[in-house]
């Protein structure tokens, strides 16, 4: 099985991720690229595919690059974000994934916590309608950290063997 991870990291979380997820893919025919220097996604069998949720949401660059991946391509998508798992601010992209991906087959998708960068949180910490959620994020500040590696590679794993199966 040929294998694509591809990420998009402004601060290195998603990288992080990506990077865990790329190591715990078995075998030899895989490859870990940022997204914007990925030349095509019409070779690989199975393309796990990463971002930082951003405004509650898929960033643009990621989704001009899902729309570009041939219909019936097996995905996995994989986010870091800064609020809690399950959180609304963190689960609203999976959502939004579901129409942009519609017509590919999605095998799951992962969540795990980034820290914020600390120029966003002082920016919105000045605004009352962002204080709770910048709060939220603040106990974000050692993630990644090796429980969600951990739980990264669990991922993978069901991935992995969804994708042979399915
Ligand atoms: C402009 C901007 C908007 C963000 N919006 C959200 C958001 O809506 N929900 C959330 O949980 N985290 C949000 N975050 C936090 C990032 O998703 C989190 O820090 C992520 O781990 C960054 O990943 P990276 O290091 O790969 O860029 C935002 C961060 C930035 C910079």
Redesign the pocket.
């Known amino acids: 099985m040929k294998i694509l991870v591809a990420?998009?990291?402004?601060?290195?979380?998603?990288?992080?991720?990506a990077q865990e997820i790329f190591d715990s893919i078995p075998g030899e025919g895989k490859e870990l690229l940022p997204l914007d220097v990925v030349p095509g996604t019409g070779d690989y069998d199975l393309i796990f595919c990463?971002?930082?949720?951003?405004?509650?949401?898929v960033p643009p660059k990621v989704e001009t690059f899902i729309r570009t991946i041939p219909k019936g391509k097996k995905v996995a998508f994989f986010?870091?974000?800064?609020?809690l798992r399950g959180?609304e601010?963190?689960v609203?992209?999976f959502h939004q994934l579901a129409g942009i991906g519609k017509d590919l087959k999605i095998l799951g998708t992962f969540g795990?916590?980034?820290?914020?960068?600390m120029a966003?949180l002082d920016a919105l910490s000045q605004k009352p309608e962002h204080r709770a959620?910048v709060d939220e994020?603040r106990t974000?500040a050692t993630?990644?950290d090796d429980a969600d590696l951990q739980d990264a590679r669990e991922f993978v794993k069901d991935i992995l063997l969804k994708a042979r199966h399915g």
């Open positions: 990420y998009l990291s402004e601060t290195g979380n998603t990288e992080k991720v990463g971002f930082p949720v951003q405004v509650h949401s986010t870091t974000h800064g609020s959180g601010r963190a609203s992209a795990a916590r980034g820290k914020v960068k966003l959620w994020a974000a993630h990644p």
